[in-house]
């Protein structure tokens, strides 16, 4: 078994207050983002998690559904992404000794593309601002992962209308 270097470290985070944040919203039925053979086209998704177990799981929904979604649990695995092909990314707030805000920031430093990302947590936590500008939502992890996937979906299709519209 190889070891790699877990997101994990020994910091230990301050729990926030319960507040969800809303972060833009369409319904299914309004998003219409097609390829030009007309049919839907589905985010190719990143999800950056410590947690094995919930990455697993997500995953597994994510096939169910026909969805593209690649996970890294380790900086080892991240750092081993040969290419940046992804149209949302979900990132877990609790890595340790990073926080989800902190990797948001050196995703948009070291890409040069904007994407999307929807924070994740198993805490409630205040968050009052989404900034970096490149957060589009806050979900508890309690949230079914289906709900989670649905989410990024939905805001894939909201990016893929900006910019047809722009």
């Known amino acids: 078994m190889s070891k790699h270097r877990s997101f994990f470290g020994m910091v230990n985070r301050g729990q926030g207050e319960a507040k969800e944040s809303s972060g833009p919203t369409v319904a299914k039925a309004d998003i219409k983002a097609k390829t ?6 589905k985010p190719n998704i990143l999800l950056i998690d410590d947690d ?3 990455c697993r799981i997500l995953k597994r929904v994510a096939d169910i559904g ?10 080892d695995e991240f750092a081993d992404l040969q290419s940046w092909n992804f149209d949302v990314v979900i990132i877990d707030y609790d890595l340790g000794a990073i ?3 902190e990797l948001t920031r050196y995703l948009e430093s070291k890409t040069q593309k ?16 989404l900034s970096p500008g490149t957060i589009c939502k806050f979900i508890l ?16 299709g ?8 722009g």
């Open 36 to 41: 030009s053979s007309g049919s839907v086209k």
């Open 52 to 54: 094995l177990s919930y």
């Open 66 to 75: 026909a969805i593209p979604l690649t996970y890294c649990t380790s900086m």
């Open 99 to 101: 926080t989800g805000f």
């Open 114 to 129: 904007v994407t999307p990302v929807i924070l994740i947590s198993s805490t409630k936590r205040a968050i009052n601002n």
């Open 141 to 156: 992890k309690t949230t079914s992962p289906l709900s989670i996937l649905d989410a990024a979906t939905s805001i894939h």
């Open 158 to 165: 909201l990016a893929l209308l900006e910019r047809a519209a």
